[in-house]
């Protein structure tokens, strides 16, 4: 999972790099196609920025854990860090589900009384 998180950061890096190239603007569709996916890929890339923030808290409020003059500050600490760290990664999980492709399609609704 995190290889595949490593490879849509990437990509989404890509892409922003993308849009400061005058020729994408010139050329509205790939324009559309671009931003579409950034659109898409912003998501998952601000959850996993997020996780990645979490577990470096966790590691430095377990690095103050053997500090007897910081330990109960890092106790609540790091066990704030877990539980930000595992409800990320369920969302990441979440995120990273494939899409449905008629959740794009747009729907008609007729509701009769």
Known sequence: MREKLKEIALR???LQAQLGDPAVYGDS???KAVTRELKEL???V???QALQKA???RESAESLL???DFRELAQEEYAAAREESERLEQELKRLLLPK???DSRNVVM???G
């Open 100 to 102: 449905d492709p008629s």
């Open 29 to 31: 569709e790939r324009l």
């Open 42 to 44: 912003e998501p998952v």
């Open 55 to 57: 577990e470096a808290d």
């Open 12 to 14: 989404y890096e890509d």
């Open 46 to 48: 601000t959850a996993w």
């Open 110 to 112: 007729e509701l009769r």
């Open 66 to 68: 053997h500090d007897p």
